[in-house]
């Protein structure tokens, strides 16, 4: 989700929200506030090894059905009828441009940068792809937050102004960057799927200024949210609040204030994403199925597609990995301090990365208003 999908939201047809709003709460980010009260139980009641172990076993086989395809499916919605929108009239001069330098020129460039890295035994390039990877999945969860804040809101008839989705996105934005910034900490040898290099600083100054702005991004929304309630005689929408919220607060700033909700927090991302894919191609199905279409049964294609990003998933994130580490394709010879700090399984890191941040500039072409697509989020 990103700010030009909801920010186009006055502009497209409004309708009410069919899904029941108790089992959207918890879909878009309020099973977070049932999960952290479990998880110090769990600690309290099993002990924090036993917890963290089951804890950890359980969400490392549920990623094969929730964060895998939720990976996946961005690359079914991105390069479906791709040949249309590169050469057809479906999108505007500069989404086309758009598109191609996502579709194209990023991933090509990525994986330029992994086959240098592992091929020259470089853990220090291949360590720089990871950071950029950890540097934008925070703003990759607070856009996405931003974006379900706003499309919710509009599925309910709420909507915000310029100047509101301005103070919103401030907050979103300073949320990111205190979370990077924070914990302050020098350079420090670290070591992620393997890969050992060295990790960028982040200074205390950078900390204190992040916090500073983040700070004030949050008394800019209460103000905002206050007066808005009082100027149209209703409260803010509670679900889409909650699902703005929890992707900057629990699951970027907070994330690592219970050590078990390190392991869940990309869980809930990812459910908060289904969801939205499964509102666009359920709406979408659903229209080509009425007449004059008469279409598959929405059912087929919505199994349809979570079939093909469930083994999408499966060759992105381990047959393939797996069968390139196998291989040791590219890998440098007789440099046993490279392969030692490019760690047992480089292509698994490598395509880790590529795939993840891949992802996040797919979803700035997907949930554009721009897109034709995004019109069916409002029906």
Not at 297 to 318: D, Y
Request: net charge positive.
């Amino acid at each position: 989700m990103t700010t030009a999908v909801a920010s186009g939201a006055d502009a497209l047809p409004l309708a009410p929200s069919t899904t029941r709003p108790f089992a959207e709460f918890f879909l878009v980010g309020g099973l977070t506030l049932v999960l952290f009260p479990l998880a110090w139980l769990a600690q309290r009641s099993l002990g924090l090894d036993a917890a963290e172990l089951a804890v950890g076993f359980t969400t490392f086989h549920a990623a094969y059905v929730l964060n895998d395809p939720h990976f996946s499916v961005t690359y079914l919605l991105f390069y479906r009828n791709a040949r249309e929108r590169v050469f057809g009239s479906a999108l505007a001069p500069a989404e086309r441009a758009r598109y191609l330098f996502v579709g194209a020129v990023a991933p090509l460039a990525l994986s330029a940068w992994t086959v240098f890295a592992i091929a020259n035994g470089s853990a220090r390039a291949l360590g720089a792809l990871l950071e950029l990877m950890f540097a934008l999945v925070g703003w990759h969860y607070v856009k996405q937050g931003f974006g379900v804040l706003l499309v919710l809101a509009g599925r309910r008839g709420v909507r915000f102004g310029a100047s509101e989705r301005k103070i919103l996105l401030f907050h979103a934005l300073s949320g990111w960057a205190f979370a990077w910034a924070n914990p302050a900490a020098p350079r420090r040898e670290v070591e992620e799927k393997g890969v050992v290099y060295t990790a960028l600083a982040h200074p205390r100054a950078l900390e204190l200024i992040t916090g500073v702005a983040f700070a004030a991004s949050a008394c800019l929304l209460v103000a905002m949210l206050v007066q808005k309630a009082r100027r149209e005689q209703r409260p803010p929408p509670v679900v889409p609040l909650v699902g703005f919220l929890a992707s900057i607060w629990a699951w970027s700033i907070f994330s690592s204030a219970d050590p078990l909700m390190l392991y869940v927090v990309p869980a809930l991302h990812s459910l908060q994403y289904l969801y939205f894919v499964w509102l666009l191609r359920r709406n979408e199905a659903r229209e080509a199925e009425a007449a004059p279409n008469f279409g598959r049964p929405t059912h087929q294609k919505l199994l349809t597609l979570g079939a093909a990003a469930l083994l999408l998933g499966i060759v992105q994130f381990h047959l393939g990995p797996s069968l390139l580490d196998a291989s040791r394709l590219l890998l440098p010879r007789g440099a046993p301090l490279a392969l030692a700090e490019l760690g047992p399984t480089p292509w698994f890191a490598g395509l880790y990365a590529i795939v993840n941040i891949h992802h996040y500039l797919m979803d700035t072409v997907i949930w554009r208003r721009e897109n034709p697509e995004t019109r069916y989020l409002y029906r």
